[in-house]
């Protein structure tokens, strides 16, 4: 092979090896784009990609056993508005602090088929439905439109996206959105989980477990009946694959090695022998 050759043939390689690296880390950048959206505050993580879960009998096993259908039929009857064709992802976030357990929920919908007008519309149509009324409030990062209890707020964050949740979960959101809040992906412990769960992921969810939440958690079943498991575990994730199989892939981290083995035995009872609290699909 003449000089020209090989050296044709090592620029190819190493334009091909620069592709797959940057195709990766493409790939890695969108998944932990989330986190550069989400509040510090956020102590549980969960998303939805609409696209992936048609294709993943674990996601629609999960999401089937988390959200109440007749939700959706509700959304779909008054807004004409399906979540799961007309949306691209559903990402969910709990805001907690060192003060209370769980404060609030946020959403952050980004749409398909649809703008993010129109999934604003559908709120304002789903709280007259209740037979309440819209509001324009005024926050520090930009406009908020609520309920007049503020029960539920909503904001546009860009064309097809929206976040919805309570009046402060909103502000919050898009305050760092502005630069104005610390965002979620400054928290080395979901940080550096993220990217690697969500990864060809239709559902995924992390827990980043605070000292205070554990005394709620352990009246949990089956946390209740061995609370002693939780004073070491610092998180908690999980990860429905793509694919005809019914498992969803958990993944635990605990203070230390002895904390872990402990876990997992237990763990290896539970799954022989479920304990009668846990119901289908979580025995």
């Not at 709120?123 to 005024?138: C, D, F, P, T, Y």
């Amino acid at each position: 092979m003449s000089r020209t050759a090989v050296l044709a043939c090592a620029v190819g390689l190493l334009t091909l090896v620069g592709v797959y690296f940057a195709a990766g880390r493409g790939q890695t950048l969108r998944v932990s784009r989330s986190l550069d959206r989400l509040p510090s505050t956020a102590q549980v993580v969960l998303v939805v990609d609409t696209d992936a879960l048609q294709k993943s009998a674990a996601a629609e096993m999960l999401l089937g056993a988390l959200v109440d259908e007749s939700e959706l039929s509700d959304i779909e009857a008054t807004c004409g508005l399906d979540p799961v064709r007309d949306l691209s992802e559903i990402l969910v976030w709990v805001r907690g602090t060192n003060r209370e357990t769980l404060e609030s929920f946020g959403v952050q919908l980004e749409g398909r088929s649809v703008d993010a007008q129109t999934i604003a519309e559908c709120h304002a149509s789903l709280v007259n439905a209740r037979g309440k009324s819209v509001v324009r409030i005024e926050a520090t990062a930009g406009p908020l439109i609520a309920s007049e209890d503020q029960r539920s707020a909503i904001a546009v964050a860009d064309d097809r996206t929206v976040v919805a949740g309570s009046v402060q979960t909103v502000a919050e959101a898009m305050a760092v959105r502005r630069g104005l809040l610390p965002a979620l992906a400054e928290r080395e412990s979901i940080a550096s989980l993220w990217p690697e769960l969500r990864r060809d992921a239709a559902l995924a969810a992390i827990i980043d477990v605070p000292d205070h939440w554990r005394a709620a958690l352990e009246r949990v079943a089956p946390f209740d009946q061995a609370p002693t498991l939780l004073d070491a575990v610092e998180t908690i994730a999980a990860a429905a694959k793509t694919g005809a199989q019914t498992t969803v892939t958990a993944r635990i981290d605990t203070a230390n090695h002895e904390n872990a083995t402990d876990l997992a035995e237990r763990l290896r009872q539970w799954f022989a022998a479920p304990p009668d609290a846990v119901a289908p699909p979580w025995s």
